[in-house]
């Protein structure tokens, strides 16, 4: 668990941490440098859940790198309903795309990622926080004063 007390927004327990999978940890089916060594660290604070439409088809490969298994749900409505299932008071989400706007929303905390693939303008607008890569965001969220200094009012 992440326990944060950001002054002007209340605390947070964050248990769980949603990611979108290709367009923020993957570029066309391949994990990005950097992530499975931070997300192997996260595995201690956080339960680690990975949501894609697997549009390159190479998910079952990030499943076994990562040692995690990904559900296929491809929808803003079905990652939406996968964050308010798991207590979306409780949850990190982090995505990049369209599809990831519901999810962002309604998350304790919304991550979006502007990377390679690009970020839809309605992720950013979704999001509490806009990060340049998802090695910022897996940072932030294994310093997590940094979440705190980026939100106090």
Do not use: C, W
């Amino acid at each position: 668990m992440i326990e944060l007390d950001i002054p002007g927004r209340g605390s947070y327990q964050l248990e769980h941490l949603v990611f979108d999978v290709n367009g923020t940890l993957a570029v066309d089916g391949i994990l990005l440098e950097g992530v499975v060594e931070r997300i192997t660290a996260l595995r201690a604070h956080l339960n680690i859940h990975l949501l894609t439409a697997d549009t390159h088809g190479r998910q079952d490969v990030i499943d076994a790198t990562l040692g995690l298994e990904a559900q296929r749900i491809g929808t803003s409505a079905g990652k939406l309903r996968y964050v308010l299932d798991l207590g979306a008071d409780r949850v990190v989400a982090i995505g990049n795309g369209a599809n990831d706007v519901g999810m962002l929303r309604a998350a304790a905390l919304g991550i979006a990622v502007l990377g390679p693939e690009g970020t839809a303008a309605d992720a950013i607008d979704a999001a509490d926080i806009v990060v340049p890569g998802i090695i910022t965001a897996l940072e932030l969220l294994l310093n997590p004063r940094r979440i705190v200094a980026t939100l106090r009012r």
